[in-house]
């Protein structure tokens, strides 16, 4: 009789997924990597735990997800869903949602937002993404280097600092660009300074579109103090989320600066503009007394006065210097000039 290991769909999802990221165990602190083979025995006991990072867009993970009888139906459904809108579902013993990251290897162009679903519990975390994400990526590097957590909310407080530093990364790297574009702007304004700063305030509206909502989340669960949570956790959650805060009022103050900024250049065009305008009135006054003199003796009448006098060229030439020299000095008087 086939047993149910022996089946084809448990052969075949025996076999490595292309969208297994790791895996850990976590006994006494300490992480031990996993193969596939030992994710689906399941063998992690109390007081261990685990960590699985695996790629939505797998079938053999998707298929495993599905048929997952530690995992309820509607949490399955809503970790390989495509929805990307950072929000947090409580449970009885566990906690699922959905977190805003940054994307990795993104240029200046294009979208950096990333969506990373996770649930955890007392036994495991279990984060799921479609793209490279920056903070998973940190907190593996992480396990791996040796850092030492309790539990699986020391684990997702570790995930939420990796989180808060891949955005902090990002807002110092705006923040340099903006210290170069204020430098420019109070030595010599150049002309790309003003996209460059529209581009680098879009961004930053972008991360607070993503830090605020998640600040507003976590300090939900935080209140919440989950039963299964030791306390010791929460305040390695609470750490966690002043360093979300942190980051948040820091990005407040450099989207001031580059608005600050902003405002500066425009005022330096708007002085500039002012000045041609200034200039150009100027010239236009300087030429008309000029001009009003050609204008009479260009005209074409009888009786115009010396058509037939060799001296009467140079003695409009005096006339127009002359009523030259006096409208600068009316302008002087003014001080318009």
């Avoid at 022996?6 to 052969?11: C, E, K, R, V």
């Avoid at 140079?314 to 020299?325: D, N, S, Y």
């Amino acid at each position: 009789m086939q047993t149910a290991t022996d089946s084809p769909q448990a052969l075949h999802l025996l076999y490595e997924p292309a969208g297994f990221i790791c895996a850990f165990r976590f006994d006494e602190g300490r992480a031990t990597p996993l193969k596939w083979r030992e994710v689906l025995a399941d063998k992690v006991a109390a007081p261990g735990f685990s960590w699985l990072h695996v790629k939505t867009a797998d079938v053999k993970v998707r298929q495993w997800l599905e048929h997952n009888d530690d995992i309820a139906e509607h949490i399955s459904e809503f970790l390989l869903s495509n929805d990307t809108h950072p929000c947090l579902h409580t449970t009885t013993n566990g906690v699922y949602g959905t977190l805003a990251d940054i994307k990795m290897e993104i240029g200046d162009t294009g979208t950096e937002k990333g969506a990373l679903h996770f649930f955890l519990d007392g036994n495991r975390l279990l984060t799921l993404r479609t793209q490279p994400l920056c903070s998973t990526n940190m907190l593996r590097q992480k396990v791996l280097d040796g850092v030492h957590v309790a539990n699986t909310m020391e684990l997702f407080a570790e995930l939420l600092r990796c989180l808060a530093d891949g955005f902090d990364a990002r807002v110092a790297t705006l923040n340099d660009k903006v210290d170069d574009i204020e430098e420019s702007v109070l030595s010599d304004r150049r002309a790309e300074d003003r996209a460059g700063l529209s581009a680098i305030r879009r961004q930053l509206a972008e991360l607070r579109r993503h830090i605020t909502p998640e600040r507003r989340l976590l300090s939900q669960l935080n209140r919440l103090r989950p039963a299964w949570v030791p306390a010791a956790a929460l305040e390695e959650l609470n750490h966690a989320l002043d360093e979300l805060n942190e980051l948040h009022m820091t990005l407040e103050a450099l989207y001031e600066r580059a608005k600050l900024v902003q405002e500066e250049i425009a005022s330096q065009m708007s002085e500039q503009m002012n000045r041609n305008l200034m200039a150009l009135s100027i010239l236009t006054a300087l030429l008309m007394p000029a001009t009003l003199v050609s204008g009479i003796f260009g005209m074409n009448v009888a009786g115009l006065p010396g058509l037939h006098d060799e001296a009467s060229f140079t003695m409009v030439i005096w006339v127009m210097l002359g009523l030259g020299v006096a409208t600068v000095a009316f302008l002087k008087w003014l001080k318009i000039w």
